[in-house]
């Protein structure tokens, strides 16, 4: 029995990476889990893999930049699971080129899926987390604070994601 036996967890990204190893990670400790990402494929093996290993998960497809599909994912999870305990958002998108060369479709796509991704997961999955007295987990990242090279669009999108979970934890505890 795992320390997060019973809880429903959201994770998002959890296609490869880090997402992938959260997936394996809260299966393990007991978690049911809604494993969501752009790619069916590759959330769907996440999936299977961790079944195979004793977990219970599902995939679904979901873009997180889409307010509706989030909408639709989350009630997925709800319908399937009944409940969400944790949300992970993990997605996100990276371009890493220097400064002079970052366009501004590289800006546009980091704030529309570390952002915009992040709000419209918290958002979705709220009125399930406030009823279970439940948890948000947010990644930033050191690329804001240390101006980390060729990485302007993500260092900005996760700086605005920090500033959005600063936010959200004081309105919502």
């Known amino acids: 029995m795992g320390i997060l036996e019973g809880k429903v967890a959201v994770i998002t990204g959890g296609g490869q990476g880090i997402g992938e190893g959260l997936v394996y990670a809260f299966c393990h400790e007991g978690a049911k889990v809604v494993n ?20 219970d998960a599902i995939a679904v497809q979901c873009d997180i930049g889409d307010s ?13 699971y ?9 997605a996100m998108t990276q371009h890493i080129v ?9 800006m546009w ?13 918290i958002k ?8 279970s007295k ?9 690329a804001g604070l240390f101006g980390k090279l060729g990485q302007s669009s993500y260092a900005a999108a996760k700086e605005g994601i920090r ?8 309105e919502g505890g």
């Open 124 to 131: 979705a999955c709220l009125p399930y987390l406030k009823e």
């Open 36 to 55: 969501i990402g752009r790619t069916f494929s590759k959330v769907e093996r996440v999936v299977n893999k961790a079944k195979a290993d004793g977990g």
């Open 134 to 142: 439940g948890s948000v987990i947010n990644f930033a990242s050191g």
């Open 68 to 80: 509706a599909q989030v909408e639709a994912a989350i009630a997925k999870a709800v319908e399937v």
């Open 98 to 106: 220097p400064f002079e060369e970052t366009t501004e479709q590289d």
């Open 163 to 170: 500033g959005l979970s600063r936010v959200a934890a004081a």
């Open 109 to 121: 796509d980091a704030y529309r899926n570390n952002v915009l991704g992040t709000f419209n997961c």
């Open 82 to 90: 009944g409940r969400i305990d944790v949300l992970v958002n993990n």
